[in-house]
Structures are given as C-alpha cells and as structure tokens.
C-alpha cells in the first residue's frame, strides 16, 4: 500500500484507493470490536446477576436481547458501510480462540474469579481494537481531507466520481 504519512504526494487514485483500503480494515476492526463489546456486556451481565441474587436459569433470547437493548453510549458519527467479515478471519478467530481460553461459553458455571479475569481478557482486547480503529480512523480523515481539498481547489474532477 501506498504510504498514508503523506497524502499530498499521492495521485487522487492513490488517495482513493489508500482510503478504500484502510476503510475496509476499519470495517474488520469495528465489527470484531462490537463482537467484543457484545461478548463483555453479557459477562457484565453475568456480574450484575450474581450482585443482585437473580437466579440463574441460562442465558435465553430475552437475556440476550435485554443486555444488547441496553444503551451505552453515542457510538459512531461516520455512516455505517455494509460489511461481510470471514469467520476465518484472523482477528475473529484471535476473539474466539480468546473467548474459548477464559470460559465465556460457560458464564453462568465461572467461578466470581474466572468470570472477573474473564470481563479484564474481552475488555482489554476490546480495547486494543479500539485504539487501532482510532489510528485507521485518522489515516482515513487524512486522505479524506486531502480529498476534499483536491476537490474544492479544482485538483480533481468531481465528475470523475461517476466513473470510478
């Protein structure tokens, strides 16, 4: 890939391309970040049902739908992209595998401990995604930037759009 540390040097097509590219690595990072968030709030969930004595009785759809019904926060300004992610791709598969080492598939059996480590493994993976996804993020709004720039000083022809 075309260096991004300076998108002045680069054609308009470098800077479409680099962007495209980034984006779709974004899109990776984003979707394996939610799968994350969502595993973590079922563990917290796990937490919470313990804390307050509820009895447990397995995790059904209800259970499911009420944790990720929960609203935590404002989430992403950029517009949402169709994505279609591999089961096979390496971080969803660094997920699982991660997942499978601290017992998350059996949640309502931990042990208080091994549910606690277990919260502390999916947060931090969450956020080391997090983190990458802010630094594709400023890549992308670089190259938009320069983009958007090209467009409004007559550098690039907007009608090339349509042909692209």
């Known amino acids: ?17 680099a962007r495209a590219a980034l984006q779709m690595q974004e899109d990776v990072i984003s979707f394996v970040r939610r799968m ?41 300004s950029r517009p949402p992209r169709e994505t279609n992610i591999s089961a096979e791709h ?34 931090k993976f969450e956020l080391a995604r997090s983190a990458e996804r802010k630094n594709f993020f400023a890549k992308i709004d670089a190259l938009t930037s320069e983009l958007v720039k090209r467009y409004k000083d007559g550098g690039a022809d907007v009608d090339s759009l349509l042909t692209d």
Do not use: W, Y
Request: aromatic share 2%; charged share 30%; hydrophobic share 35%.
């Open 1 to 17: 890939m075309t260096d991004v540390a300076n998108p002045s040097a680069m054609t308009t097509a470098e800077l479409r391309s």
């Open 90 to 123: 390496p971080l969803v598969v660094e997920l699982e595998k991660l997942c499978e080492r601290v017992g998350f598939g059996e949640l309502r059996t931990l042990a208080d401990d091994a549910l606690d480590e277990a919260v502390r493994q999916i947060e």
């Open 36 to 76: 994350a968030q969502g595993r973590c709030d079922l563990a917290r969930d796990e937490q919470r049902r313990r804390t307050d004595g509820t009895p447990a009785s397995g995790m059904s759809v209800a259970d499911i739908t009420n944790v990720f019904g929960q609203e935590h926060g404002g989430g992403s």
